[in-house]
């Protein structure tokens, strides 16, 4: 089973800035298609924040996040890292790390990402703004 682990978590102020880390490991030999974030608030459903494609250019974007949040990777170090600039009070959530791991997809299209379900998750990293 594929292990996603989340750091970078915290308390900020409004205007802030925070860098989460997750790093992936335990291959189960299938293969990871898409990775990225996703986060929740007690009583609300998950909802996605940035995903992006491991076999692609594609990348997504909430559009809540759209110029604030940049989506990153280091595939060598099996590495995602979501950069959160200029936060705001409504940013305040449980933030989870979250990949797609299945076997080899005929004719896979990057765009699908923000589509499918997740099947790997971390545990969360807490990011709390303050106004």
């Known amino acids: 089973q594929v292990q996603l682990v989340e750091s970078g978590g915290g308390s900020v102020r409004a205007g802030g800035s925070l860098r989460l880390s997750c790093v992936a490991s335990?291959?189960?030999?299938?293969?990871?298609?898409?990775m990225g974030w996703f986060r929740q608030t007690p009583g609300n459903k998950r909802e996605r924040v940035a995903l992006?494609?491991?076999?692609?250019?594609?990348?997504y974007y909430a559009d809540s996040v759209k110029g604030r949040f940049t989506l990153s990777e280091d595939n060598a170090k099996n590495m995602v890292f979501l950069q959160m600039d200029n936060l705001k009070p409504e940013d305040t959530a449980m933030y989870y790390c979250?990949?797609?791991?299945?076997?080899?997809?005929?004719?896979?299209?990057?765009?699908?990402?923000?589509?499918?379900?997740?099947?790997?998750w971390g545990q969360g990293t807490q990011v709390t703004v303050s106004s």
């Open positions: 335990g291959s189960t030999g299938t293969t990871t298609y898409c």
């Open positions: 979250a990949a797609v791991n299945t076997r080899p997809i005929a004719d896979f299209r990057p765009s699908i990402c923000p589509d499918v379900e997740y099947n790997s």
């Open positions: 992006l494609s491991t076999r692609g250019e594609s990348t």
